[in-house]
């Protein structure tokens, strides 16, 4: 991990950084970390998180609002009572 890759960490997460921002650093291009400064790279990590996190509470949402739920393993459609 590059030196401007473990500063925008510690710009996100002072205390080490957790897996989300983790996977979201994996999902980067090398190209575009070269091109950024750390500030620049945590504001980019924290905004595609912030994205995630909201992705999947609009989908936790939907899926209320629905009343059901497609569970993937079993390939069936489930209520939510």
Same mark, same amino acid.
């Given at each position: 991990?590059?030196?401007?890759?473990?500063?925008?960490?510690?710009?996100? $997460?002072? *205390?080490?950084?957790?897996? @989300?921002?983790? =996977? /979201?650093?994996?999902?980067?291009?090398? &190209?575009?970390?070269? !091109?950024? $400064?750390? *500030?620049?790279?945590?504001? @980019?990590?924290? =905004? /595609?998180?912030?994205?995630?996190?909201? &992705?999947?509470?609009? !989908?936790?949402?939907? *899926?209320?609002?629905?009343?059901?739920?497609?569970?993937?393993?079993?390939?069936?459609?489930?209520?939510?009572?």
């Amino acid at each position: 991990m590059s030196i401007k890759t473990q500063r925008a960490l510690r710009r996100i $997460a002072p *205390a080490g950084p957790d897996g @989300l921002t983790l =996977a /979201m650093l994996k999902a980067v291009p090398d &190209s575009v970390i070269a !091109a950024l $400064a750390s *500030a620049q790279l945590a504001d @980019l990590l924290r =905004a /595609m998180a912030s994205v995630s996190i909201h &992705s999947k509470d609009l !989908a936790d949402f939907e *899926a209320c609002a629905n009343g059901c739920v497609w569970d993937a393993e079993r390939q069936a459609l489930r209520e939510i009572i």
